[in-house]
């Protein structure tokens, strides 16, 4: 299967510390691929370069075989690669059916000569965009919360929000980082229910930062293990569960 990102050889250091270390790996189309490693390892500054939130010292990343290095993330947003933050970036006095209808871009209502001399236009695009809004809550299961502030919402509902805000453009890649930390199980339930559907009905493609052993067993296919930087090791769950260097590197050399 081809890959839809593929980063080579890229370095990263602030000051002399060298976070990302002549790190190559790749994403294939249609996966969810995990990213795992001890605190520490590189894992959220890779994930920062290729969201374009961060610049790369050196090396390449393609999308989809196009060089996007050091692209910024508005650029890649209309390119379908999408990002999730650990901690929800919700527009909190806004309800959460409002903080979907925000997301597809190059609205006419943005636009204050279409909202004057072209109403009629502006009024069946917004319509169009709610109709696909309100799709979107009730996917995420969200729907008897979709008038509710956003900011309200609980920290699970939030997560699911910006799963529902990826659903709201036509997103290729997504980037998910951390999205199970501090969600009770039951919501993370219905995180990880809504993204093998995307996965499996909607052909998404995820890579995933996770810290959730679980979550990475149930979803992820191969896993990637970063330490200091690089690739120690790819695999099934299960290899890397029994890979003398991974449980070195999370537990120390006693228990490997």
């Not at 990263?12 to 249609?30: H, P, Y």
């Not at 609980?154 to 501090?182: H, P, W, Y």
């Not at 969600?183 to 930062?209: A, K, P, S």
Request: hydrophobic content about 45%; aromatic content about 6%.
């Amino acid at each position: 299967m081809a890959s839809i990102i593929d980063v080579r050889h890229v370095n990263k250091a602030f000051g002399g510390l060298k976070v990302i270390n002549d790190c190559s790996i790749q994403v294939e189309k249609g996966s969810i691929t995990g990213l795992i490693g001890p605190n520490g390892a590189g894992k959220s500054t890779l994930f920062n370069i290729i969201a374009g939130a961060l610049p790369l010292d050196s090396g390449q990343i393609l999308l989809d075989g196009e060089d996007i290095t050091n692209c910024p993330a508005n650029e890649l947003f209309h390119k379908g690669l999408l990002r999730t933050f650990q901690i929800a970036h919700e527009f909190c006095h806004m309800t959460a059916l409002e903080n979907l209808m925000m997301v597809p871009p190059r609205q006419a209502g943005e636009s204050l000569f279409d909202a004057w001399l072209k109403p009629g236009s502006v009024a069946r695009q917004e319509a169009e965009v709610r109709r696909r809004a309100l799709e979107v809550i009730d996917f995420i299961g969200l729907y008897h919360v979709r008038n509710e502030l956003a900011g309200n919402l609980s920290g699970g509902q939030k997560k699911l929000l910006e799963l529902g805000r990826t659903m709201m453009t036509d997103a290729r890649v997504v980037l998910l980082d951390e999205i199970a930390a501090g969600v009770n199980r039951t919501l993370l339930g219905d995180l990880v229910g809504n993204i093998e559907r995307l996965n499996r009905e909607f052909g998404y493609t995820f890579l995933v930062i996770e810290h959730d052993m679980d979550m990475i067993a149930r979803l992820c296919d191969p896993v990637i293990v970063l330490a200091q930087g690089s690739v120690m090791v790819e695999g099934s769950i299960e290899e890397i569960q029994n890979d003398p260097q991974v449980i070195e590197a999370y537990f120390g050399s006693n228990a490997a």
